[in-house]
């Protein structure tokens, strides 16, 4: 019985026992002569190849002729490959040379990029290359209404979102003679006391008309900042006012003894180490924090019953940290008027002095100025860096011709 490995095709990098095909010819497939046995010794089934080949046909299936043809001309194919890489062996030096050049290029390229973000660090630096002052008055022209948006947590992030954000946006606002009033539009469940305390600031020091339209939620921090607007709309649906402050001090002490693991805090004083929540809050403590955060609380009061003309004491009865649904905070004076995102133009307009005949008006949006890193990126993007990188990699080549 034939073994099942004779009917398989050559090897993939052999030419099946033929002599190496000449360029030009088209090699056909040839049975390799099979050598012949003593007559004293016992012919053996012919050995199956070591190396795998792939896509082989069971024993039990026969190749139509025309697949016979493919497998011919791939070995044609395989044989021209092998003559290309003794080619490319004769030139190997000439690229290992031309490799040296394009590694050196890659290396002066890497240092001069990281240099001139280096450099660009620097506040002298940064100043000649940052995106020039933008005419806030170019984007207008005529009568408009300024729109903000501030969705997300209230922190010190740079975003609209943050006290250093929103003053830029006020500032565009302010600096743009055409922008008779803002919108801010608010989706935000709060965040740090002392970030919604310094852009409350800011909205309730701006010269012109503010009008909030809420979304889905306008709370705590983000409800003291919008406090201070003079309007608010809300949507029937909106989750507004949260009016409330909470400190966190988590004790994992017990979880580290069961672990087997032990905490030592060298601290300047007992109470040092009281918010790492490696031990359990002393009454003196908890005590401590207690009042810490109900002075904070009463900062967000004040706050509030001075933007929306309420005692403190009507701000306090309704400071339960508990959400109202924008019809109940209508009723309950924390927010004016339900309505949707347009209404909030139209009642900015309206507090802008803005007069048309057809009811229209220009509303511009409000953007941050690129950062210090985005113009560095669009410095590096300019037709002058990309001339540079040209002459860079021509050089690469002559050089790598040379060698």
Known sequence: MA?????????????GGQAPLMKGEVGQPQVPPQPQAPA?????????????????????????????????????????YAAGANAGAASASRKGGKAVWVVLGIILFAIVFVF???ALSCSHMVSSISAPTQDYAALTTGDSVGVIDMAGTIQYDG???????????LSQAE??????????RVDSGGGTATAGEEMAAYVRDFSKPIVVSSASMNCSAAY??????DYIFVNETTAIGAIGTIMQSTDISELLDKLGISVDNIASADSKDSSYGTRPLTDEERAYYQELVDTINETF??????????????VRALATGMQFAGTVAVENGLADEVGIYEDALDKAAQLGGIESFDGAYDVVSLTQSPSDLSALMDLLGTSESSSVAEMLLESMKQEGARS
């Open 3 to 15: 073994d099942r490995y004779d009917n398989q095709e050559p090897s993939a990098y052999s030419n």
């Open 40 to 80: 004293n010794q016992q012919v053996f089934a012919q050995q199956p190849q070591t190396q795998p080949v792939y896509g082989a046909q069971p024993q039990g299936f026969q190749q139509p002729y025309a697949q016979q043809q493919a497998y011919a001309q791939s070995a044609y194919a395989q044989q021209a």
């Open 116 to 118: 001139t973000i280096g």
């Open 159 to 169: 975003t609209s979102c943050s006290p250093e954000g929103l003053r830029e946006l």
């Open 175 to 184: 600096e743009n003679p055409d922008i008779k009033a803002v919108v801010l």
């Open 224 to 229: 003291e900042i919008s406090s201070q607007a």
């Open 301 to 314: 009061i004040n706050s509030v019953a001075e933007g929306r003309d309420m005692t403190v004491e009507e």
